[in-house]
């Protein structure tokens, strides 16, 4: 029980943890390949949204925050968040993982300080923002998917109200 730790997550609940499964020249490649773009639950969301004839723009910088996608016509931003790395709530890969590296658990906790403001910042522009929850509404590791489906049409339907 030596590699055991005990660590609060952003939860607030105490969890029992192993120690690192890699050593650090591994973690460090493993997360030099986790990119902020283009990622496969992003071009879900894009592939989904062409097919079903809409138009959007891509990481616009005149926005705060360079948004993921952003639908003018629709006035409506779509935020593809990773669960892990955004701390989400009430989600087995979100919130309910806690993580002994310091660096790590600090990039979640600006990830999510950084959502709020981008959020806030694009409300007060008058948009409205979408949050896509990767792991959780898309399920990107399946070939198909139920539950991305269900997701995905519920995303057209917000879409086409207009507010």
Known sequence: MENLFLVCGLSGKLSILMADVHD???R?????K?????TKPEM???????AQGFRY???????????DIVLPKY?????VRGCFWHCHKDCNKGD?????SEIVSGKRISAVKRDKIKSQKWKELGWRVIIIWTDCELEPKRKK????????NRLMKILKIKD
């Open 96 to 100: 309910k993982i806690s993580t002994t």
């Open 34 to 38: 986790i990119r902020g773009k283009d």
């Open 145 to 152: 998917s139920i539950k991305r489906e269900v997701n995905l």
């Open 44 to 50: 879900i969301v894009r592939k989904f949204l062409h």
């Open 24 to 26: 650090k020249k591994t």
């Open 57 to 67: 723009r891509l990481h616009d910088k005149k926005l705060p925050g360079k948004p």
């Open 28 to 32: 460090s490649y493993n997360m030099s």
């Open 75 to 79: 006035k409506t931003i779509i935020d």
